[in-house]
């Protein structure tokens, strides 16, 4: 008897933890004492919780990164997939136009793919790679309307991930070493 409430505590402690992770906070004065205050209704994504914040008094909705779009996430989502797929915009256009409501441009669909293309690489930017000990600097030489440029990538040897490169028009030592700084900021 004496385990079992030794092990209740613990649950009950766990899951507060984690109901103050998910807890929104306010994005104005960023404080924690929010209250819920009904539900916003969206046109395309539907149902949105209002917060209240009780420290500066104003309502908000928490942005899940389809903030002011008006299209459903799911289609969004769908659209991305398929280009980075190797399907061309036309077509993720008339694929969108069958099993979608209503379609949208192909225009549409690549300033979701600028937009969203920039947001991951941010993120994967931020992270921390997991590679191996020994990294590769391999560069290959291209002509570009008559003048010389090269590409100069890094990999890990291991697994083949190119962990950074870079384009330039000029080969010195100083963008060479940039690359490699990169990579070793990366891989820590």
Same mark, same amino acid.
């Given at each position: 008897?004496?385990?079992?409430?030794?092990?209740?505590?613990?649950?009950?402690?766990?899951?507060?933890?984690?109901?103050?992770?998910?807890?929104?906070?306010?994005?104005?004065?960023?404080?924690?004492?929010i209250k819920k205050m009904g539900f916003r209704k969206t046109q395309n994504r539907?149902?949105?919780?209002?917060?209240?914040?009780?420290?500066?008094?104003?309502?908000?909705?928490?942005?899940?990164?389809?903030?002011?779009?008006?299209?459903?996430?799911?289609?969004?989502?769908e659209a991305l997939h398929l280009y980075f797929s190797g399907t061309s915009l036309?077509?993720?256009?008339?694929?969108?136009?069958?099993?979608?409501?209503?379609?949208?441009?192909?225009?549409?669909?690549?300033?979701?793919?600028?937009?969203y293309a920039i947001l991951v690489s941010k993120f994967i930017d931020s992270l !921390?790679?997991?590679?191996?000990?020994?990294? /590769?600097?391999? =560069?290959?030489? @291209?002509? +570009?309307?008559? !003048?010389?440029?090269?590409?100069?990538?890094? /990999?890990?040897? =291991?697994?083949? @991930?190119? +962990?950074?490169?870079?384009?330039?028009?000029?080969?010195?030592?100083?963008?060479?070493?940039?690359?490699?700084?990169?990579?070793?900021?990366?891989?820590?």
């Amino acid at each position: 008897m004496h385990r079992e409430a030794q092990t209740k505590p613990q649950k009950k402690e766990k899951s507060s933890e984690f109901k103050k992770l998910t807890k929104p906070v306010c994005i104005r004065c960023k404080s924690t004492h929010i209250k819920k205050m009904g539900f916003r209704k969206t046109q395309n994504r539907g149902k949105q919780q209002r917060w209240l914040c009780k420290a500066c008094r104003k309502s908000f909705t928490v942005d899940e990164g389809f903030w002011k779009m008006k299209n459903n996430p799911n289609k969004i989502t769908e659209a991305l997939h398929l280009y980075f797929s190797g399907t061309s915009l036309r077509k993720t256009q008339a694929h969108l136009g069958v099993f979608c409501e209503s379609n949208c441009s192909y225009v549409t669909i690549l300033d979701w793919i600028r937009k969203y293309a920039i947001l991951v690489s941010k993120f994967i930017d931020s992270l !921390k790679l997991k590679v191996g000990k020994e990294l /590769m600097s391999d =560069e290959m030489e @291209y002509s +570009v309307k008559g !003048k010389q440029s090269w590409f100069v990538d890094v /990999m890990d040897t =291991e697994t083949r @991930y190119i +962990v950074s490169s870079d384009f330039m028009r000029s080969r010195t030592i100083e963008r060479l070493t940039e690359v490699l700084k990169l990579a070793k900021i990366k891989t820590g």
